[in-house]
């Protein structure tokens, strides 16, 4: 209780807040950070594009547009929309598998 008291009152004191903000731990705490964000930030884009371009995300939407009542032509559908995410699946992994196979090169 009394530690608290203490960092609190020590943390709403402008001077110390700047010189801790001056010191090189806490600059380089927030390189880190900002180059964290930055680099899920880039990922994050980086997946949305992949996912926009993926051939289930169009099929999918392609085949819910027209959505039938007929049981054996909705077995067809989802079967192609399966065999469409496992091809894509397998060429992630490919994908991913060269990836590391060129960074340790």
Do not use: C, W, Y
């Not at 077995?75 to 960074?103: L, M, P, Y």
């Amino acid at each position: 209780m009394v530690l608290k008291r203490l960092l609190f009152s020590l943390l709403n004191h402008a001077q110390v807040i700047e010189k801790l903000s001056e010191s090189r731990p806490i600059r380089r705490a927030a390189q880190i950070t900002a180059f964290a964000i930055i680099k899920a930030r880039i990922a994050g884009k980086d997946a949305t594009t992949r996912l926009l371009k993926s051939d289930t995300v169009r099929q999918i939407r392609q085949e819910t547009s027209g959505v039938s009542k007929d049981i054996g032509e909705m077995g067809r559908k989802a079967e192609r929309v399966r065999q469409t995410f496992v091809k894509e699946v397998k060429e992630g992994v490919r994908d991913a598998s060269r990836q590391i196979k060129n960074k340790d090169k």
